[in-house]
Nanobody, 115 residues
Framework: QVQLVESGGGLVQPGGSLRLSCAFSGSGFTNHGMGWYRQAPEKQREFVARIPNGGGTKYGDSVKGRFTISRDNAKNMVYMQMNSLKPEDTAVYYC?????????WGQGTQVTVSS
């Protein structure tokens, strides 16, 4: 069974940076694509970024050029570096692991961008 645990959220001022981490436990990390989604209050969950198991990355339009997703296959970890944060980036951020047949989610970590 796959389990995902996010960390690294917090309160940051506009223009600041945060680095989110996601720890993957279970088997077959390298068989899973990994991603980040977010959900702001009273809004639908939104795609942020993903990095497939075969490499390459994809980003949502609202974070392109500011966020960078990466993975460390030796440590079963996924990261997201978030720079130039804006108040509209405030949300709960969820780690996602996926294959063709399955989807797994973490519990989420809160990111608040405010002065």
């Amino acid at each position: 069974q796959v389990q995902l645990v996010e960390s690294g959220g917090g309160l940051v001022q506009p223009g600041g940076s945060l680095r989110l981490s996601c720890a993957f436990s279970g088997s077959g990390f390298t068989n899973h694509g990994m991603g980040w989604y977010r959900q702001a209050p009273e809004k639908q969950r939104e795609f942020v970024a993903r990095i497939p198991n075969g490499g390459g990355t994809k980003y949502g339009d609202s974070v392109k050029g500011r966020f960078t997703i990466s993975r460390d296959n030796a440590k079963n970890m996924v990261y997201m570096q978030m720079n130039s944060l804006k108040p509209e980036d405030t949300a709960v951020y969820y780690c996602n692991a996926y294959t063709v047949n399955r989807n797994y989610w973490g519990q989420g970590t809160q990111v608040t961008v405010s002065s």
